[in-house]
């Protein structure tokens, strides 16, 4: 079993910016990509960035110039850096574990609200 457990989510003002992470523990072993989601009520999950174990970035769109996914292997954590954030940045951002022949994991979700 693999635990993820996420934190830096909260309120800000539009323009601000937060750090969210995602430490993963447990049967770590053969983990490969890390990344975020997001969900928006009402609307599918997205994909907001991903990164593997190689250090390659994939961002959507929407946050190209403005959030920066990091990762530290040896911790096993994954962090994303939002600046710039607008309110349609507002969600329930997700972390997630991909493995070599196992399913992927997800974590519990952290809120992100932008005020205008």
């Known amino acids: 079993q693999v635990q993820l457990v996420e934190s830096g989510g909260g309120l800000v003002q539009a323009g601000g910016s937060l750090r969210l992470s995602c430490a993963a523990s447990?049967?770590?072993?053969?983990?490969?990509?890390m990344g975020w989601y997001r969900q928006a009520p009402g609307q599918q999950r997205e994909l907001v960035a991903i990164?593997?174990?190689?250090?390659?970035?994939t961002y959507a769109d929407s946050v190209k110039g403005r959030f920066t996914i990091s990762r530290d292997n040896a911790k096993n954590t994954v962090y994303l850096q939002m600046n710039s954030l607008k309110p349609e940045d507002t969600a329930v951002y997700y972390c997630?574990?991909?493995?070599?022949?196992?399913?992927?994991?997800w974590g519990q979700g952290t809120q992100v609200t932008v005020s205008s």
């Open positions: 990164i593997n174990n190689r250090g390659m970035t």
């Open positions: 997630t574990a991909t493995f070599t022949l196992r399913n992927p994991y």
């Open positions: 447990g049967s770590t072993f053969s983990l490969n990509a």
